[in-house]
């Protein structure tokens, strides 16, 4: 089992960015696939964007071509990089980790160890 503690979110208005960080601990990430996921209120927890241990990547429709997801394994840091951000991308954003190498998918059923949140909100 490993800990995952995230940062990076904050206020912010359409258009603009931010970068979320997610570091590991616990063991390397070199053997795990990583994902973001976000949670708006009153909705289902849904997957953003993930990245396998191969550096294969997979993402939402409704982030495409805004968001980048990467990780650095020397420093055991997952990252969000969201641009063009819009309102609707306002949620409580989560990382997680599935050990195995694994297609990257967006299912949070394929992830067992996860990290508390932090909160982005867009305003219009």
């Known amino acids: 089992q490993v800990h995952l503690v995230e940062s990076g979110g904050g206020s912010v208005q359409a258009g603009g960015s931010l970068r979320l960080s997610c570091v590991v601990s616990g063991a390397s990430i070199s053997y795990y696939c990583l994902g973001w996921f976000r949670q708006a209120p009153g909705k289902k927890r849904e997957g953003v964007a993930a990245i396998n241990s191969d550096g294969n990547t997979n993402y939402a429709d409704s982030v495409k071509g805004r968001f980048t997801v990467s990780r650095d394994d020397a420093k055991n840091t997952l990252y969000l990089q969201m641009n063009s951000l819009k309102p609707e991308d306002t949620a409580m954003y989560y990382c997680?980790?599935?050990?195995?190498?694994?297609?990257?998918?967006?299912?949070?059923?394929?992830?067992?160890?996860w990290g508390q949140g932090t909160q982005v909100t867009v305003s219009s």
């Open positions: 997680a980790a599935d050990f195995g190498r694994r297609w990257p998918g967006l299912s949070e059923y394929q992830y067992n160890d």
